[in-house]
């Protein structure tokens, strides 16, 4: 059997973690097995239709490296199919023009809630349906049965008759639903394996039952527990940070990372591993070892994720990426320049668009006003029992020492080592009256570093300056 997965989302908002997880998984899938992934649009629900949604759904899928072999197919453009396999079943005596109005419906569905009984549609079959030409809805006459079917995720699942209802196969815009369309399209598109959230798993019964009705084997099921909220106990929400995939691009994480985050989600190779690359992914990914409970979303171990991916990056490959993230004040600075200072932040960035904040000291001069508030209420603790004499004093000796400095990384080391044990001082202190002068921010890279890509004149007139402004 060739392996033919899908994904077939709904055009109606932006792509997010759950989503984008499903199509992972199925991709891999497909992967794995050497097989064929097929991307299909399902674009029937016509009220909730968003216009760029499409656009957005194979851009952030393309971003990730997920991509299809078949497709983008959309349900919108294949209703004469739908059709034609309507007229099937109603040939068949198991579909039937529903011609009740929407109060009608109402009253049968009150009148089962004032008899604390489920509502059925099956027990409200008309005796005698108007032919279905369009323009009714047009229903699927169930014959309600138990099931037990095993799923390639959860195992052995069973359900009772009660389950199996009739529902609606084409609306009356003439549009199929996604009950009847999808198992078409799979049917047609030779899919093998459906790999879907666990909010489809009430409705399989009917899906059984309509493949039946059909004459057509159903394909491997496969159901996927939820993606939960940073606490756990219910599914992630927007309101919990299930925000637009492309929001990812947008702030500077990496494919990569997404896909070796995303695939961990309720999913691990058997071992302590924590971080795949897509090839190991493509390797090892199995149904089987994807969990049964839902998975937590925990955005610092993302973060954490991605800083590895950003540290394994060769400087030449990390600096095309960066382009667009450096800030304003870095335009026209020379590409070699902005290239030692990304090689400098590579091992503290978690995301790219954390540059402006840890490197726009590299291309402007710092506040007078921040240096002087970082002296008045140091970051670090240790300068806080030093007044401004004695601040004034330490960099008053890291000037005459820097003075006589080649200033390769190397020389700047030992002399501020020197220069530690010179003035019994400690690096809490020493070293960050230094990082308080030239970058005047409550963090920075590695100072050596800093001091050596920053160059003499620079560094030397900053630390000038902050004597100064300690004097003042």
Do not use: C
């Not at 294949?78 to 198991?94: F, H, P, Q, S």
């Not at 030692?340 to 490197?359: D, F, I, M, S, W």
């Amino acid at each position: 059997m060739t392996v033919r997965t899908r994904f077939a989302p709904s055009p109606t908002g932006f792509m997010h973690v759950g989503g984008v997880r499903t199509a992972l998984f199925a991709w891999l899938v497909a992967k794995h097995a050497d097989g064929e992934f097929i991307l299909r649009i399902e674009d029937t629900d016509r009220s909730r239709h968003v216009e760029e949604s499409d656009r957005h759904i194979i851009e952030s899928l393309s971003w990730l490296g997920i991509t299809a072999d078949e497709g983008p197919a959309r349900q919108s453009e294949r209703l004469d199919m739908y059709k034609e396999w309507a007229n099937k079943l109603v040939a068949a005596g198991r579909a039937y023009a529903d011609p009740y109005s929407p109060e009608e419906l109402d009253g049968f569905r009150q009148a089962a809630q004032a008899a604390k009984k489920p509502f059925l549609f099956r027990e409200h079959r008309p005796a005698d349906p108007p032919q279905w030409k369009g323009g009714l809805p047009l229903r699927f006459k169930s014959e309600p049965t138990a099931y037990e079917w095993q799923d390639a995720v959860l195992g052995e699942l069973s359900a009772g008759p009660e389950t199996v209802d009739d529902f609606i196969l084409i609306k009356s815009d003439g549009y199929p639903t996604y009950n009847f369309a999808h198992i078409v399209d799979d049917h047609l598109m030779s899919i093998s394996h459906v790999i879907r959230s666990q909010e489809f798993l009430p409705s399989v019964p009917k899906f059984l039952n309509l493949y039946e009705a059909l004459g057509i084997d159903f394909p491997v099921l496969a159901t996927l527990p939820y993606v939960m909220g940073p606490d756990g106990k219910k599914k992630l929400s927007k309101r919990d940070g299930a925000k637009d995939i492309l929001d990812y691009k947008r702030e500077g994480y990496l494919p990569e990372a997404l896909i070796s985050f995303l695939a961990t989600l309720g999913w691990n190779d058997g071992t302590e591993q924590e971080i795949f690359t897509v090839d190991e992914l493509i390797s090892k990914f199995r149904l089987d070892r994807v969990q049964h409970s839902g998975a937590k979303f925990d955005e610092q171990r993302l973060l954490w994720v991605n800083g590895h991916f950003i540290r394994q990056k060769p400087p030449g490959e990390l600096y095309e990426l960066a382009d667009g993230f450096w800030p304003a004040s870095a335009m026209d600075a020379d590409s070699g320049y902005k290239k030692a200072v990304l090689e400098l932040v590579q091992e503290r960035l978690k995301y790219l668009n954390e540059l402006p904040g840890l490197t726009s000291f590299f291309f402007e001069e710092p506040n007078a006003r921040d240096i002087k508030a970082l002296f008045d209420n140091p970051v670090d603790k240790q300068l806080k029992n030093l007044d401004k004499a004695q601040l004034k004093q330490l960099l008053e000796a890291v000037k005459d020492s820097l003075e006589h400095s080649d200033f390769s990384q190397a020389d700047i080391e030992s002399r501020l080592n020197e220069l530690l044990q010179k003035l019994n001082s400690k690096p809490g202190i020493l070293f960050a009256a230094v990082r308080i002068a030239v970058t005047g921010a409550k963090a920075s890279p590695q100072l050596f570093g800093t001091l050596a890509v920053l160059d003499k004149a620079k560094s030397l007139l900053r630390i000038n300056q902050a004597i100064d402004a300690l004097a003042a």
